[in-house]
């Protein structure tokens, strides 16, 4: 960049100058040129004054300077600087008219020392943010690639590695543990971010992502790359060990062999690039139970309970395959987790076996308690599958009838004290919502029932307002994963945490407050409805119509 002090030059050396800045710093030779001539731009308004409209012109075939003084054609000059009268600018060229831009020749400009260093630095300013603009607009779009670089240096545990035209950096969290990359080394990266900074375009890259190693499987696997065999999840515990889920579009090709390779060729190769962790490689499954198990591979699974409300599921394992279920640290099981996106509760048979005796037990107490029935008929009744007393209350009364050992009016008198204690019940907190201080109106919100407004006044929600103002999180709760590999989810509870209802039940009931008391109209609470419900919608009304 010295030479391009030289702007007083001859025409060639200017040209050869503009073009070797072009190709030092892969930028367009126009915006080289363009920056000269801003630069003599300002270095002619030094000399002749700030006030005037100088403009400079550079042609690129000759190297030609041409240093030109704009004036602006007016009936009254009230700036000399920048204005011409219309007479007197007719006398240099009769078609002149108002409005018009006569263009005064000046002589050429002789630099001096002091204006040269600042003609210097109006290029090199320029041509500096030509070339972030060049990085940023080459690097924009090639988020999602793997990139390969060289280590050019450390900083404080981060990588910054050269790409050729441009630098990018490695955090230390974005590192697979334990590796330590030396100058010169050639690393392999997954671009994340291109952010566009003060100091320049910051190109942010990383080996400890998830992304990474599926990038990775796209390059090893022509399969993956042609897309007849997709990737639908990736859960990595960088540099220890990683899960991938991957199903085939072609029912003739195996997508787990796909990846593997032939004597394992093909997976070996990711494994290499990512120091060794290791990666099981699992078939995934539309069936959320299926693709659980296959997740937990290599522990063996006696049974699954699901609950789609929550996204939990707990699964039953012999005692002997505990141990490898949960992994060390509880590796295993938190892999799962993330790939499948389900919270996993691992219970072994004797657990899981104690556990629905203890239900029974609770069970049977409960009903025994509420409906004033001796130890034998509780048991029935909870062998039958009943496990509520609304159950009981509310079910076909051939239902009960039916159990072995009642008949007709044993039914009736069960069921009766049923309903005497639920109204009891009923009572009790209807009482307690009023000493709470909860308002009647939130009984009309959608969904809610006596017992929730208790626990909605326990937790200070007593007007609509109140309940309008609500996060769906703040009713159900939400898990909180910590960043820590071995740190387990954290579950916060909600205030109606053991009610039993979902995330939509709970936005429904957040909505119903809203339109109550008047934040929104009952049109905006509405749902709209999918292309599919509409055009169900326009066939109905067809055929009524017809």
């Known amino acids: 960049m010295a030479g391009i002090a030289g702007i007083s030059a001859n025409r060639l050396e200017l040209l050869q100058i503009a073009d070797a800045v072009a ?63 219309l007479a007197d600018a007719q006398r240099r060229n009769p078609d002149a008219k108002v409005g018009d831009l006569i263009a005064e020749t000046l002589p050429p400009l002789e630099f001096g020392r002091v204006a040269a260093q600042n003609a210097k630095q109006v290029i090199v300013q320029q041509v500096r943010e030509a070339e972030r603009d060049r990085q940023f607009a080459e690097y924009k779009d090639r988020v999602g690639e793997i990139i390969n670089g060289t280590v050019k240096r450390a900083e404080y545990g981060n990588v910054i590695v050269d790409l050729g035209r441009a630098e990018g950096i490695i955090r230390r969290d974005e590192m697979i543990p334990r590796e330590t990359p030396k100058y010169g080394d050639r690393v392999r990266a997954y671009i994340y971010d291109v952010r566009r900074e003060q100091r320049g375009p910051q190109i942010f890259l990383s080996r400890a992502r998830p992304e990474f190693m599926a990038r990775l499987f796209a390059q090893e696997v022509p399969e993956i790359y042609d897309g007849v065999v997709e990737i639908k999840s990736v859960a990595r515990d960088p540099g220890s060990r990683a899960k991938i889920a991957v199903v085939s579009k072609d029912s003739s090709i195996d997508p787990v062999g796909a990846c593997v390779g032939m004597r394992g060729a093909r997976v070996q190769a990711v494994v290499n690039e990512l120091q060794g962790e290791k990666v099981d490689i699992i078939q995934w499954n539309p069936d959320a139970a299926s693709f659980i198990v296959n997740a937990l591979a290599p522990a063996e699974v006696s049974k699954v309970v699901l609950d789609e409300d929550s996204a939990r599921i707990e699964v039953v394992v012999p005692e002997s395959q505990l141990s490898l279920a949960i992994g060390r640290r509880g590796q295993n099981v938190r892999l799962a987790s993330q790939l499948t996106g389900w919270d996993i509760d691992i219970l072994t048979e004797q ?26 008929i ?32 044993t039914a009736e008198q069960i069921q009766g004290r049923a309903r ?121 009304d067809a055929s009524t119509q017809a």
């Open 23 to 85: 190709r030092e710093k892969s930028i367009d030779r126009k915006i080289v040129l363009q920056a000269m001539e801003n630069a003599i731009q300002k270095a002619a308004k030094s000399r002749y004054g700030a006030e005037n409209d100088i403009r400079c012109e550079i042609d690129p075939k000759t190297g030609e300077t041409r240093l030109t003084r704009v004036l602006a054609v007016v009936d009254t000059v009230e700036n000399e600087a920048t204005e011409i009268r």
């Open 351 to 376: 657990e899981e076996s104690e556990r629905r005796q203890k239900e029974f037990a609770e069970r049977t107490q409960l009903l025994m308690d509420s409906l004033n029935v001796d130890e034998v």
């Open 378 to 409: 509780a048991q029935l009744l909870v062998t039958e599958g009943f496990a509520s007393v609304e159950e009981v209350a509310y079910v076909d009364l051939a239902e009960i009838a039916n159990i072995e050992g009642f008949d007709e009016g």
């Open 420 to 540: 005497e204690y639920l109204e009891q019940q009923e009572a009790e907190r209807d009482a307690k919502r009023r000493e709470l201080g909860v308002a009647d109106d939130l009984a009309e919100v959608q969904g809610v029932t006596t017992a929730m407004l208790v626990a909605f006044g326990e937790h200070g929600i007593k007007t609509l307002e109140d309940l309008a103002d609500c996060a769906t999180d703040d009713l159900i709760g939400w898990t909180e994963r910590k960043k820590e590999k071995d740190s387990e989810p954290v579950r916060h509870k909600g205030v109606l945490d053991g009610f039993e209802i979902g995330r939509k039940e709970a936005e429904d009931m957040i909505l119903s407050a809203r339109v109550l008391a008047g934040w929104i109209t009952a049109e905006e609470a509405a749902p709209e409805a999918s292309d599919d419900e509409a055009e169900e919608v326009e066939a109905e």
